[in-house]
C-alpha cells in the first residue's frame, strides 16, 4: 500500500500532469504550457527531471520555416519503473504458477470468480448512463482510468493506460477478466480490445447494448 500511496503522490503533482499528458501522445513545451496551466520554466523543469530519469525523450520536429523547430515530448518504456515493479514480478509468478499447478480450465475459473469479486454484487443501475459512471468509477479504483465513447447502442470504454502494463501482454487473459467485470457491472456481454503491442499498453473494452439504451 506503501508504494500505491507513493505512485498517487506522485500522479498529483507537476511531473505526474506531465506524464499523464504525454500518455496521450507527443507534445511541445508550449502545447504543454496551455493545457496544464504551468509556466514555461516550470514545464521545462520537470521535462529535464523526467528525462534525466529515461523517462522522457525529446525528438526534434522537421523544419517548416525560419528557426529552430521545437522539439516534441514523448515518454520512454521506462515509465513503468513508476509503478512498484515487485508487484508485475510476483503476481507474474504467481499467475504462471497458479496455470501450470491447476490447468487451463481450473485456472479460467479461479479468473471468473477474481472477476466476480471484484465486480461485487452491488444492484446494477436501471439506466446506461448510471452503470457507466459506476463502471468507470470502479475501474479507476483499479488503477484504470478510462474514457467513455458511446455511437448508438455501441460504447467504448477506452484507457490511456493500463495498471497492468508490466504483466498484460504475457498474460492477456487479465483483459479479459477485466472485460468480464465490465460486463457484470454493465449487463452486457463485453469485449476487449486492449492494444498490448507497444511499451505502454492501453485498454480498450467494447460492447454494444441492445435494444434501447
Given at each position: 500500500?506503501?508504494?500505491?500511496?507513493?505512485?498517487?503522490?506522485?500522479?498529483?503533482?507537476?511531473?505526474?500532469?506531465?506524464?499523464?499528458?504525454?500518455?496521450?501522445?507527443?507534445?511541445?513545451?508550449?502545447?504543454?504550457?496551455?493545457?496544464?496551466?504551468?509556466?514555461?520554466?516550470?514545464?521545462?523543469?520537470?521535462?529535464?527531471?523526467?528525462?534525466?530519469?529515461?523517462?522522457?525523450?525529446?525528438?526534434?520536429?522537421?523544419?517548416?520555416?525560419?528557426?529552430?523547430?521545437?522539439?516534441?515530448?514523448?515518454?520512454?518504456?521506462?515509465?513503468?519503473?513508476?509503478?512498484?515493479?515487485?508487484?508485475?514480478?510476483?503476481?507474474?509468478?504467481?499467475?504462471?504458477?497458479?496455470?501450470?499447478?491447476?490447468?487451463?480450465?481450473?485456472?479460467?475459473?479461479?479468473?471468473?470468480?477474481?472477476?466476480?469479486?471484484?465486480?461485487?454484487?452491488?444492484?446494477?443501475?436501471?439506466?446506461?448512463?448510471?452503470?457507466?459512471?459506476?463502471?468507470?468509477?470502479?475501474?479507476?479504483?483499479?488503477?484504470?482510468?478510462?474514457?467513455?465513447?458511446?455511437?448508438?447502442?455501441?460504447?467504448?470504454?477506452?484507457?490511456?493506460?493500463?495498471?497492468?502494463?508490466?504483466?498484460?501482454?504475457?498474460?492477456?487473459?487479465?483483459?479479459?477478466?477485466?472485460?468480464?467485470?465490465?460486463?457484470?457491472?454493465?449487463?452486457?456481454?463485453?469485449?476487449?480490445?486492449?492494444?498490448?503491442?507497444?511499451?505502454?499498453?492501453?485498454c480498450c473494452f467494447a460492447a454494444e447494448i441492445p435494444g434501447r439504451a
Amino acid at each position: 500500500m506503501a508504494g500505491n500511496n507513493w505512485f498517487r503522490r506522485l500522479l498529483a503533482g507537476s511531473r505526474g500532469r506531465i506524464v499523464a499528458k504525454l500518455r496521450e501522445g507527443p507534445a511541445t513545451i508550449n502545447e504543454l504550457t496551455e493545457t496544464l496551466s504551468m509556466s514555461a520554466n516550470a514545464v521545462r523543469s520537470q521535462l529535464s527531471a523526467l528525462e534525466r530519469d529515461g523517462l522522457v525523450m525529446a525528438q526534434p520536429q522537421s523544419s517548416t520555416g525560419v528557426g529552430k523547430p521545437p522539439n516534441t515530448y514523448q515518454l520512454t518504456g521506462d515509465v513503468g519503473s513508476l509503478t512498484p515493479k515487485a508487484y508485475a514480478a510476483v503476481l507474474d509468478i504467481i499467475l504462471c504458477a497458479a496455470r501450470d499447478r491447476v490447468g487451463a480450465a481450473r485456472y479460467a475459473q479461479v479468473l471468473d470468480d477474481a472477476a466476480t469479486r471484484i465486480a461485487g454484487d452491488r444492484p446494477i443501475a436501471t439506466s446506461l448512463e448510471a452503470r457507466l459512471v459506476e463502471t468507470k468509477n470502479l475501474l479507476g479504483t483499479l488503477g484504470a482510468e478510462v474514457e467513455v465513447q458511446r455511437s448508438g447502442r455501441k460504447v467504448r470504454l477506452q484507457g490511456m493506460d493500463c495498471p497492468l502494463t508490466s504483466v498484460v501482454a504475457g498474460h492477456p487473459e487479465l483483459c479479459r477478466m477485466l472485460a468480464d467485470v465490465i460486463g457484470r457491472r454493465l449487463g452486457v456481454t463485453v469485449t476487449e480490445c486492449c492494444d498490448r503491442s507497444t511499451a505502454l499498453p492501453r485498454c480498450c473494452f467494447a460492447a454494444e447494448i441492445p435494444g434501447r439504451a
